[in-house]
């Protein structure tokens, strides 16, 4: 089916079928949500250790107790178990709450208003109006962060090896006002991206362009969660900051909401001995120290690096299956058409596909009416606008493999259905 | 001992005497803390039992993963277990993370700058400069956070019966800026005070004068820490409200910190159905949800008020005794003296004592030296600023009996020598 060379009677048959497979779809009555990032139940039950894991054994390194307040910057031992997803030191950590979320709402928004303590001064005295760089497409819940904080997002190009480079560089050589860039360097959230060596070289090198008050928000949030053990490492933004003494210009997030539980993992936040002196003093007028014992539960459950990496192996042998039966649909249903392109990530928990221009909107409501939820279309950009209203989301983690391959069915009638009518248009 | 009464030779050989009680204990050597309002090991002990309690079973009311992402309000067995310590509707509770602190200062802050929702516009937007009332003394981090976010603090009277209410009326007809009062309604940090009926009447109609935008934060940090049974209760302000048609001008807060375990505790927050709407759209801006896991084995460990009450009992019967042992060395030390004066709380963590005008630095700084750290002299008023320099507070309920026992006489001892010395001066 490549619509480009089909007569408009071709096009008309075509259409007669696939409205005819659609009104089927539409009378069977499914209810099917490839909507949500989220682990499955059999996921979350490969953790299920964790909840009573403590054994009455609240003992730890450093002999404090954990059950009392204190302890801003987390637990020892969680330091030590978490330092080498982000590739820092032991002193360049901090421990947190179940979200990663909050952290880095706390990061922009302390920057934007209170500054960096020794380091410099807020943006808001800097600058009447923040800009960020948005890589598109790209995290909702990082863009709802800048707008709730009245920061204005500029979208940049996310090509196959990461951001545009260029693109932001040019930028940041041209507005000062522009302190912040959002990256989620590896299985970029939604299109599985893993940015290459040579960009992260360039990120690092950003704050020597855009001034002492910059920051990276480099979210790792799928450092260890590949779909298999060959998929592609991405390299540490860390190391590359201190070969060119850019340490200060990061903030780097992971969290195990991925690992263990969605709603009761641990956050954790990487960077230089200078930022987290700043942060820690903000953050210290926020809270007075995170849940310990609930870290000290993920010491127990994860051990050490060898442990995680286990751990992972058992997520990916419950997600690669998912992800497997989507692309099987998307190759078999529009490969060799002129209909859409998508991604084929070796990690994350999303494919990204785009339609062809104009019917992301279109093709996400035709499937809602057949009783397949996906991510509203717009979701991935700032401000809910999709510029070429073609990105639409695909979440495969949380139907079962028999749901996800009727949510398929279903989603790849749709993108022909609305292609083929567009084109009659 | 009465100074006034004193003659000059009195006063002097009360001086050497004192002098050399005090450089006895300068020799011993000693180390005790009586700085931090938090439990002590034996009491957290008491929760001991929460840490395993799951034992595999996750189940609750609504079916839903508690594992999982989600639910910013909290789990519904949370709400109906703490919204009666707040005395307001399941349907106008929020049960949060760890810290209350954290709600506190995000009320703050949604307040300031992101607005009410359909309730009202931010404070920001009305004023150049917000102000809040501050009763004094009262809570350091109450303070911090106004400070933080650049709101500026006005002192109010703390009578015997909560804050001044012709001054705080007085001051709201005054100045429209002036958005928001701390509270701490029941056994007030550091204080003691209980609110009189009278006065709750009164807070509950402040939202008449200082119009909509207005918030009572109401922190009931010892809602039921009552050291006796028959301590006295405060009155429920959102039952006032509702007589005045003003729940929307209040935040009701509360936590678990001091009665499981001060670290890893659930909070929660009371508001209007109206108001606990545009918190959590904001809320939801900054975390995808608590972690409900642990509020979860909150249920379990404390199941209803019953069941808070009689672990409450176990606090008491820790903590008592310790209160005790300060107010004996106070009222046999320096009462009938007019060197000091104190209250006598019925609950909560602190005693307020007052020096002889301009004395609490020096006499904090003489038992530092004497090897009892006591928390540092005004910060219990805003900005650190106790304009008589007189407020000490002293927190008694993490040392031992005995530890308490030698603090008190050392602390006994400091006051007297400063007290002379400033006569003699």
Chains 1, 2 share one sequence.
Not at 67 to 91: M, S, T
Not at 183 to 198: D, E, L
Not at 319 to 332: G, S
Request: hydrophobic content about 40%; aromatic content about 8%.
């Amino acid at each position: 089916m490549e619509l480009t060379q089909a007569s408009n009677e071709q096009l008309r048959e075509w259409e007669t079928a696939l409205a005819e497979e659609y009104q089927q779809y539409q009378a069977s009555g499914l209810n099917l949500d490839l909507t949500r990032g989220k682990p499955s139940a059999q996921q979350l039950s490969l953790s299920d250790e964790i909840s009573d894991i403590l054994g009455g054994d609240l003992s730890n390194e450093a002999n404090t107790d954990l059950r009392n307040y204190g302890g801003l910057d987390g637990i020892l031992e969680c330091k030590e178990l978490f330092a080498p997803v982000l590739d820092v030191n032991i002193d360049e950590i901090l421990i947190g709450g179940n979200s990663s979320l909050t952290l880095m709402y706390f990061a922009v928004m302390f920057a934007q208003q209170q500054g960096f303590g020794e380091l410099g001064q807020s943006w808001a005295s800097e600058n009447t109006s923040t800009k960020f760089l948005c890589p598109v497409p790209g995290y909702d819940r990082h863009f709802s962060v800048c707008e709730h904080l009245g920061i204005e997002m500029i979208p940049v190009t996310l090509n196959d090896d990461g951001p545009d480079m260029d693109e932001v560089e040019a930028l940041l050589k041209q507005d000062s006002s522009i302190k912040g860039i959002w990256c989620v360097p590896r299985f970029s959230n939604p299109t599985g991206t893993v940015y290459s060596n040579a960009v992260v070289e360039r990120i690092a090198q950003l704050g020597k362009i855009a001034g002492d008050n910059f920051r990276v928000f480099w979210d790792n949030a799928y450092a260890v969660h590949s779909l298999s053990d060959d998929a592609p490492e991405v390299a540490s933004l860390m190391a590359c900051c201190r070969t060119h003494g850019t340490e200060d210009s990061v903030y780097l997030f992971g969290s195990t909401s991925k690992i263990t539980y969605a709603g009761a993992g641990v956050a954790f936040m990487g960077m230089s001995k200078a930022n987290l002196k700043a942060f820690t003093k903000h953050l210290g007028m926020t809270q007075i120290g995170p849940d310990k014992i609930n870290q000290l539960r993920h010491v127990k459950l994860l051990k050490d690096a060898a442990g995680i990496k286990n751990h992972m192996r058992k997520h990916a042998d419950v997600l690669k299956p998912r992800f497997d039966i989507v692309l099987k649909h998307l190759r078999e249903g529009l490969g060799g058409t002129d209909m859409a392109e998508w991604t084929e990530p070796e990690g994350g928990y999303f494919i990204s596909l785009n339609t062809l221009p104009g019917l992301a909107q279109e093709v996400v409501k035709l499937a809602a009416e057949a009783g397949v939820k996906l991510t509203p279309a717009g979701a991935t950009f700032p401000y809910g606008n999709d510029p070429e209203n073609r990105n639409i989301r695909i979440a495969p983690s949380v139907p079962t493999e028999e749901e996800i391959e009727r949510a398929m069915q279903v989603f790849v009638n749709c993108v022909k259905l609305a292609s083929v009518r567009q084109r009659l248009a």
